[in-house]
């Protein structure tokens, strides 16, 4: 239920001016955001780096209404690309694209895997990967056909999917097949009862069918919880499969879930943390709130300092 008002507020302008008022540097954001600007992600992706983990880059974009705007986003992401080079950071830290940002949602549909190829081009040149992000359910056919169109001449473009929806067990058997990249998340977003799972129980029912499935093909799974209980799993069904640690990798959200990171990095394991940065943090924090409401403590103190 709360998760629900949160998931709601994190679209009402009212609580989101109350909560970007909030002075940038604020403890409640830099806990889970790098900052306002690239040179802050730069910085906390070398932190990361020399602390032995991989990182994915995420600008965080909001709404793109035009083809200017989704032009604009595409320079942004080579921007990225190009500093991930300047900084040799490049074969330590990915680039995540929000097809959205970049024109999924244009009536023109050219435009975005125009756009994305110009990226994976960069991201190739530059000797990084890309990521395509999975929103929710509206967008999960054409993202995914966009990664299986990037993916012919770009075989390592990398794709989400949600556990939580009932489509992505039959999505992970045709990734499967493909050799693909696969980042397999629970999903953050409400959805409909008829194509999602309602019940916690059976999104983490889902997430172990998904995983023995990716895990038992010829992909990459990229297994993005910080649930311990599924994290355990994973382990076990790689080395039920005979997978080396270097055959998959685990994934956590920037801030979260310290412990396990450093766990599963002595156990020899790849650990790559998504890094946010930008100033359009604001529904990317009330989400990481309805992920654990204990997390409102934060902007309660932070609320009572001002
Ligand atoms: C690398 C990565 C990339 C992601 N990309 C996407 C995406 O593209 N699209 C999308 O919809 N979702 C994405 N998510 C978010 C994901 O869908 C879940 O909302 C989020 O990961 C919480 O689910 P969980 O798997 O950790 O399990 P949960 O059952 O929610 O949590 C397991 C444990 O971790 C703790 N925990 C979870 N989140 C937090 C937090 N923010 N702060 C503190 N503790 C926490 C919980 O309290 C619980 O103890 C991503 C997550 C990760 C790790």
Redesign the pocket.
Known sequence: MLRETLLGISRNDAVRRMITGFPPTDLLVRN?VAGDHLDDAIAAARRLVDEGLTV?LEHLAGETADRDQADQWTRRYLDLVDRLRKEKLATRAEVSIKPAAIGLELPDGDDVLENARVICIAARAAGTTVIA????HRAADETLALAEELRQDYPDTAV?V?SGLRRTESDCHDLAATRSRV?L?????LEDEAIAYAR?ADVDKSYVRCLKILINGNGYPMI?????R?IRIAEALAVQAGRAPGDLEF???Y???LPEQRRLLAAGHTV?I?LPYGSDWYGYLV??FA??P??LSLLARGLVRR
């Open positions: 889970f994915t992000d999975l929103e929710d989400v949600h980042r998340v629970k999903g953050v977003h916690p993005a919880t910080h649930d311990k599924l994934q956590f959200l801030g979260v879930g790559r998504q989400r990481r992920d654990r204990g997390n």
